[in-house]
């Protein structure tokens, strides 16, 4: 079945850093521009980072500008976000997305919490 499965997330403090994992099946790929996007308590999920089909332009929120960088290896059917210099604002479920035709797909979603 299609699905996308995040792991990476955990506790950090602020500063630190945290990479976090898709791994995809289900469908191809290569041909799937990827997202990630999170949602902290009583915000609504916004959008954090889309990377195109063959990993060469990445897109960011401001809020994570030069902070952040996805990436992508479609021999291992993976999208990465990098996560460094994290603040307590960045603490948020952060999930990976994708559509496969005219299908949204959405992981379970990784908690990352950045706290002293």
């Known amino acids: 079945q299609v699905q996308l499965v995040e792991s990476g997330g955990g506790l950090v403090q602020p500063g630190g850093s945290l990479r976090l994992t898709c791994t995809a099946s289900?469908?191809?790929?290569?041909?799937?521009?990827m997202s990630w996007y999170r949602q902290a308590p009583g915000k609504e999920r916004e959008l954090v980072a889309v990377?195109?089909?063959?990993?060469?332009?990445?897109n960011y929120a401001d809020s994570v500008k030069g902070r952040f960088t996805i990436s992508r290896d479609n021999a291992k059917n993976t999208v990465y976000l990098q996560m460094n210099s994290l603040k307590p604002e960045d603490t948020a479920v952060y999930y990976c997305?994708?559509?496969?035709?005219?299908?949204?797909?959405w992981g379970q979603g990784t908690l990352v919490t950045v706290s002293s």
């Open positions: 990377i195109s089909r063959g990993g060469m332009t990445g």
């Open positions: 289900g469908f191809t790929f290569s041909s799937a521009v």
């Open positions: 997305k994708t559509i496969v035709t005219v299908l949204e797909v």
